[in-house]
């Protein structure tokens, strides 16, 4: 038998355990559309926050998606996707904007706290760019003995997974973890040497961590 599976997300996969280390807390608020052309997405729950606090007016308006997942979302609350960023990285989507859609107005609504320097690649480009926070995340709190069993592969989907699970537990030596992307293989400490799965969906990372389970 191989080594036990466990998805840190707070979307959970058949086939894994299901363990989230994050959850969402939106903000309610109005917003006007009227003065953007488009508008940026880096996350799934970007657009579920934005869909679950707004009017559907968000929706005529046309947006760019840091990756297909978060265009997928797009699509299936209503929304117009008109770019996909060729990679899945914060400054490949801001570059491939700025070549593509530098007229454009830009809102992005975005979490409290942001990996990427999206907004400041676009302006120092000259693109006009607005943010607007509209939610926040949070740890889950897990009893010591809720630890994941020693020897187990982990994959961890952001930095602030990898950071809320080190808050609950302490790492073993036995665990294998898997980093979805760079940004979040650098949020490890130095102890820690994640493997960086070749491909920034969850299902082709769960089929890297399988193989490496074995």
Known sequence: ?????????????????NMPMIEFVTYEQE????????????SKQG?????????????????????KMTADEIKKRGGKVI?????????????ELVEKFGSYKWLYPRPKVVAS?????????????EERVIYETVCKSYAKGDAPERGAVLIFTSPS??????????????????AIGKKTALAFPKNIEP??????SIEDTIEFAKRIAL
């Open 161 to 178: 997974i990898v950071n809320c699970f080190l808050q609950n537990f302490e790492w073993s030596e036995s665990y294998t973890a898997v």
């Open 83 to 95: 770019f996909i960023a060729s990679k899945a990285y914060g400054d490949t989507l801001a570059r």
């Open 31 to 42: 917003i006007d559309f009227s003065p953007f052309d488009a508008l940026i997405f880096t």
């Open 195 to 200: 493997l960086i799965s070749p491909s920034q």
């Open 47 to 67: 657009v579920k926050a934005l869909d679950e606090i707004t009017s559907r007016k968000w929706r005529e308006i046309p947006a760019a998606a840091i990756g």
């Open 1 to 17: 038998m191989g080594k036990k599976i466990y998805l840190l997300s707070p979307t959970p996969v058949e086939g894994v355990v």
């Open 117 to 129: 320097k999206i907004v400041q690649d676009l302006r120092s480009a000259g693109v006009q760019v």
